[in-house]
């Protein structure tokens, strides 16, 4: 199986890509999650609509691509700290 035995459509000529009749809180066999992985290798945004995973199975999906990062953390340490250490809101340009 490769990436044009998914239902795919592609969302811009460069990048991206929305999969359909893939339910992501079902296990995915070895085939079909590397015809996914080839998919985002090639088109590097993919977009999986309507799925309603818990945290576990959003994590033990990403974690198939390779160890996942808590980018929380960075996150949150990049945004602006007022005089009190406090976050200060983001201000918009």
Do not use: Y
């Not at 811009?12 to 296990?27: Q, W």
């Not at 609509?49 to 340490?77: I, K, T, Y």
């Amino acid at each position: 199986m490769d990436g044009s035995e998914l239902d795919m459509v592609s969302l811009s000529p460069a990048i991206g890509a929305e999969i359909r009749g893939v339910d992501l809180r079902a296990p995915l066999d070895d085939r079909r999650f590397r015809a996914i992985e080839r998919l985002w290798l090639e088109r590097s945004v993919l977009l999986f609509r309507g799925q309603d995973l818990s945290v576990e199975r959003q994590v033990a999906f990403a974690e198939r691509f390779g160890p996942a990062a808590d980018v929380r953390v960075a996150f949150v340490d990049a945004i602006p700290r007022g005089p009190s250490g406090k976050h200060r809101p983001v201000e918009s340009r």
